[in-house]
């Protein structure tokens, strides 16, 4: 009897067939827009998009950080479909988005499936990020450490604590200046101008970006990210889907995706800059254009997970679109 058929090492290729995503509200502004309303919104705009029914869906990754177990199947039962297709809750904090899209991409990949839902939502609070459990370890406690043996504790969000910091170390190890990072923050804001999903859409002078209201140390209230509402999705899919379905002209492959977590370095240099993962994103952003044949100097466009002004300056570094203190 012959073996069966093996995928080649690297998988099968992967396509982006579909996107949908709502505007970003404050938190409890919008009326009616619960994460059941926000996912059917996202997700059907997807499907909408890739011009397939749900029922084309096999399976589906939903991240989201603050809610109850299974708010995943609660957000598209009633919303997309109840195919009793699997439907796997994701939460890992800032990268939960783009982890679901991330386990979307590997079951393709690996051969287990041809379309998978990836879909995103938050309904938050105002106000800075607290912790919710206080009767055990925190995540993030041990990198807590680092900041404080380092730098002390201050009374300000820890959040902004941790990459105030690292922004603080890489001032003191490359004479950057306050205004480098309000530099970025006026450039976001000037970027939201354009953008009809965002949350705010009003463009700051740098001066007035400096003299906001301080939420810790150097870093202003408009150097740091808000809370907000909103939801968005993705429908991946096989290059046999793809040509099934006739989806040639609006399918784009994900040619490489890559996932990291903390190294020793995280906890045994006494950075700030490496507690906040500096050297995990180095390390998959290597892993990322190894795989796709390019590099830093290919790129022309990036979408950057910009929680505070600090930390947009530092993976700037380690993505490697600049040497290291070189601004």
Known sequence: MAPPAVAPALGRRVFVVGVGMTKFEKPGSREQFDYPNMAEEAGQKALDDAGIPYSAVEQAYVGYVYGDSTCGQRAVYHSLGLTGIPIVNVNNNCATGSTALFMARQLIQGGLANCVLALGFEKMERGSLTSKFMDRENPVGKHMEVIVNKCGLAAAPVASQMFGNAGKEHMEKYGTKVEHFAKIAWKNHSH????????????????????????????????????????????????????????????????????????????????????????????AAKRCFSKAGLKPEDVDVIELHDCFSANELITYEALGLCPEGII
């Open 192 to 283: 939201s101008t354009n953008n009809p999903n965002s949350q705010f859409q009003k463009e700051y002078s740098l001066e007035e970006i400096l003299q906001s209201r301080k939420v810790f140390d150097y870093l202003t209230i408009l150097q740091c990210c808000p809370t907000s509402d909103g939801a968005a999705a993705a429908i991946l899919a096989s290059e046999e889907f793809v040509r099934n379905n006739g989806l040639e002209s609006k399918a784009v492959e994900i040619v490489a995706q890559e996932m990291t977590t903390d190294f020793p370095s995280s906890f045994e240099e006494n950075s700030c800059i490496k507690a906040v993962g500096y050297d995990m994103t180095k390390e």
